[in-house]
């Protein structure tokens, strides 16, 4: 098989694509159009939370789907009542709507929080949000998001989103006004480098939410589904959100999305919130093969343990080269460099022959790490070993210290 230029200039140009087409994949593997296969160390941006093509997954899918595709979200389905459960009583919340992406369960939960201030703060609406925050890539999600430049890009933007500074709680205090309707943050900031809010911060924002009549939100479209090591990350703060929203990891690969609120935020009224494939059965039967999977004390430990080699390995390495350490929760981690080579041993890893290494780095100084939850101990040793040799051929052998 050969590379079909005249088919990809077909798709928008919306991002830069190596010249490689994905065939086929299984666990942690991916493999292309020539038959080189690469170890896969960003899961579709921690989509793929069993890896790809996981068979719990591939078979509910194709079960599901001899039985009924899309009833319309207009009547209930059992996958979607069956999720909704597991959801709620694993968690702090009682209500869940499903969406079909993270940037639609979070466009939900500003509208939600609007409404809730409509009805119980005289109109509030505004909703404090974070600096090198990421909420998604629509209009409200986008002036939502810390990026610099986001709000307005497609200017005018949508109003009502001040920024705080992550991890001080003095910036979050000096934004509140009358106004104010929420507090909404990822526990970690992934698009920002993987940066982890602290514990204690956590807290403050929920004693302060209480003190002045807010809801606080949570966005854990990255960090739930167990990447972080618990089942929500929002657990390892010892507080109970508001409104918590998930998707990436959620569907296993398919787009699923969901909204959970407590019972007395989940004011909305009929026809106030929708969409043609909320609560889809194909793709919240895929949602239940996941959770399944990830909620066990078994599986979450797994993922602790991997993710203390994955953390150990990175230091090592960090040691190694002279750079600035690892941060991170669980299998969502980040290795600091001490130069802005990132892009260049992202190439250089993905080139890498007779087998590649697939890294993101979402800042020139920073290498991100989102694998496969049920990654092998093996495979993590791999992987190091691999941008160990990497790093070697970017920065030349004998550049290490």
């Known amino acids: 098989m050969e590379f079909n230029r005249a088919a990809a200039t077909a798709l928008m140009d919306i991002t830069a694509r190596p010249e490689l087409v994905f065939t086929q994949g299984q666990g942690s593997w991916l493999e292309d159009h020539t038959g080189k296969r690469y170890l896969d160390l960003i899961q579709g941006w921690a989509v793929n939370a069993l890896g790809h093509s996981p068979e719990v997954v591939v078979n509910a899918i194709c079960e599901q789907s001899k ?11 059992a996958p979607a009542m069956q999720l909704a459960q597991q959801l709620t009583e694993a968690s702090c919340f009682d209500r869940v709507f ?15 929080a609007r409404k809730w201030g409509q009805l119980h703060r005289k109109g509030a609406f505004k909703i404090i949000t974070f600096d090198h925050g990421f909420h998604g890539r629509t209009l409200a999600t986008m002036s939502a998001s810390g990026k610099a430049g986001w709000d307005t890009m497609f200017a005018p933007q949508v109003e009502g989103f001040p920024k705080a500074i992550l991890n001080d709680i003095d910036s979050v205090k000096a934004l509140i006004d009358e106004q104010t309707v929420a507090i909404m943050l990822e526990p970690v900031q992934g698009e920002a480098g993987v940066v982890p809010a602290t514990k204690a911060f956590m807290q403050q924002l929920r004693e302060l939410a209480d003190a002045h009549q807010m809801l606080l939100i949570v966005d854990e479209v990255q960090t739930g589904m167990g990447r972080t090591g618990t089942l929500f990350a929002y657990q390892h703060f010892d507080i109970q959100p508001d409104i918590m929203t998930l998707g990436k990891g959620i569907g296993g690969g398919v787009p699923l999305a969901a909204l959970l609120a407590r019972e007395s935020v989940a004011c909305f009224a009929h026809g106030e919130q929708g969409g043609t494939y909320n ?9 239940l093969a996941v959770i399944n999977t990830i909620n066990t004390p078994e599986f979450l430990h797994s993922i602790n343990q991997r993710a203390a080699q994955l953390s150990e390995g990175l230091i090592a390495l960090s040691d190694k080269w002279g750079m600035y350490g690892e941060r991170g929760l669980g299998l969502l981690r980040a290795l600091k460099l001490d130069r802005p080579d ?36 093996e495979e993590i040793e791999l992987a190091l070993s691999e941008l160990d040799a990497v790093i070697a051929e970017v920065r030349g052998a004998d550049s290490a210290p």
């Open 67 to 77: 039985r009924v595709l899309n009833p319309s979200p207009g009547f209930y389905n």
């Open 98 to 112: 499903f969406a079909n992406s993270g940037a639609e369960a979070n466009e939900g939960a500003i509208k939600l």
């Open 279 to 287: 609560g889809n059965p194909v793709m919240t039967a895929a949602g």
């Open 342 to 377: 990132g892009a260049a041993i992202v190439q250089a890893a993905r080139d890498r022959k007779p087998q590649g290494l697939l890294l993101n780095a979402p800042r020139p100084e920073l290498l991100r790490f989102m694998p496969a939850l049920n990654i092998t101990a």
